[in-house]
């Protein structure tokens, strides 16, 4: 620990995210809690969870930094920042069990000390770079035509405010028929980020623009927010890339923007709207929605993978599907309490699915790491939306195949290239 602890940018980092953790504290207590304890959002203050918060809210951190040189740093930064984090707030000031607790702490714990720089000698098409450009460049364009045939332009709409309209429209349920339902989300979250990003790489600024202008048309199509505010995202990755201390600059990001959103709402007395959507939605709704499958699951009979890929084998025993179940369960029957790695693998099987999956996630972790010749913002770029959707929102059969981590996995080996051939683009 020494060398990392001697190191001026680690002990600014540090203290930045101590600083994070404080805000992140102070803004349940002030704000979500207060406003939002109709929503499960309650205060019940234990000292010695706060303790144990901020020790493993350090330890992960510092298990982190270690890390820095590996493909998906970044990504794992922002889960931890979005997920862990988070997680030791409810922990302290919610009253949550410490065995639900445990449950992600130590699973995402292992995660860290499993993530190895080592690389094995694989075996590269080619033809790769071609096959996944061509592939790339053909989904996106059968994508974009089906919308345009099953949606229409008359019915394209970019309103933030209007989005559900579309997505609840019989235009959208078109959209999204048969394999679509797969197609339209690789190509969202996966395909033309790849094309954005070889676009940049190769410094063609005109075509990159070209794959944006699409994106933001097939947010007009779809009425889906995230395919929006993912190329936020891109950018972001892109530009931080150019900056030599990225860890730094995000943890003081938001360390601003969470300052800046208290200041909004209880100095100048603005609308609720956006600390809501930005502190509550963003932070603590997918940590408290952890905590309630844990609570559900703890009590209910697991699925053990019948609502998905192993339903043919067993019969699912619920009504409806996992995530109105517990709509259902906290009040709410139309709301959709979507849950990502842990809740969803303790939904599954329990302990055993969270070790299950934790040990799946850690082989494609490390699997990632091999892919040599890409500069990591254009990794960390591919594969964002789907991984933060498994850490955040999605169930890890889910996300490998509705949301594109397996497409993305696989243009990511095509595209790759060993080290000696890394000039080729």
């Not at 493909?71 to 794992?76: A, F, G």
């Not at 699409?214 to 927010?225: A, D, E, N, P």
Request: hydrophobic share 55%.
């Amino acid at each position: 620990m020494k060398p990392l602890l001697r190191n001026k940018e680690t002990i600014v980092n540090i203290v930045g995210i101590i600083l994070f953790k404080l805000i992140l504290d102070f803004s349940y207590t002030a704000f979500v809690s207060h406003y939002y304890d109709g929503l499960g959002f309650h205060l019940y203050f234990g000292l010695f969870s706060y303790i144990e918060g901020w020790f493993w809210t350090l330890i992960l951190f510092l298990l982190l930094l270690r890390h820095k040189e590996h493909n998906l740093y970044t990504i794992l930064l922002l889960s931890f920042l979005l997920m862990i984090v988070p997680v030791t707030t409810l922990y302290a000031f919610n009253n949550e069990p410490a065995v639900s607790f445990y449950s992600m702490v130590l699973p995402y714990t292992a995660m860290l000390l499993a993530l190895s720089t080592k690389r094995v000698r694989i075996y590269y098409l080619p033809y790769g770079k071609k096959l996944a450009l061509g592939f790339a460049f053909f989904m996106v364009m059968l994508v974009l035509a089906h919308y345009i045939l099953t949606v229409g332009f008359e019915h394209m709409n970019f309103s933030l405010r209007k989005v559900y309209e579309l997505r609840n429209s019989e235009y959208a349920r078109a959209s999204n028929a048969g394999l679509f339902g797969y197609f339209n989300s690789w190509v969202t979250k996966v395909l033309n980020f790849f094309l954005i990003a070889v676009a940049l790489l190769r410094k063609k600024y005109i075509l990159a623009l070209f794959f944006v202008a699409i994106q933001i048309l097939l947010f007009g199509l779809s009425g889906h927010k995230s395919i929006l505010f993912s190329l936020l995202l891109l950018g972001g990755l892109f530009i931080f890339d150019k900056f030599k201390y990225q860890t730094t600059i995000l943890i003081y990001s938001l360390n601003g923007i969470l300052v800046s959103l208290l200041i909004y709402f209880f100095v100048f007395h603005q609308p609720i709207i956006m600390p809501s959507i930005l502190i509550r939605r963003v932070f603590f709704t997918p940590a408290y929605l952890n905590y309630v499958y844990f609570d559900y699951f703890s009590i209910h009979d697991h699925v053990y993978w019948s609502n998905s890929v192993l339903k043919s084998v067993f019969t699912y025993p619920y009504d409806v599907a996992p995530v109105f179940m517990i709509g259902q369960f906290l009040g709410h029957p139309h709301m959709a309490a979507n849950i990502g790695l842990f809740g969803a693998g303790y939904m599954q099987a329990g302990i055993f699915g969270i070790i299950l999956y934790t040990l799946i996630v850690i082989v494609l972790i490390n699997l990632i790491q091999q892919f040599e010749g890409l500069p990591k913002w254009m990794i960390n770029a591919i594969i964002l939306m789907p991984m933060l959707s498994l850490f955040i929102s999605s169930d890890l059969p889910t996300t490998l195949l509705t949301h594109g981590l397996l497409i993305a996995i696989v243009i990511l080996y095509l595209y790759s290239t060993p080290k000696e051939n890394s000039n080729i683009k």
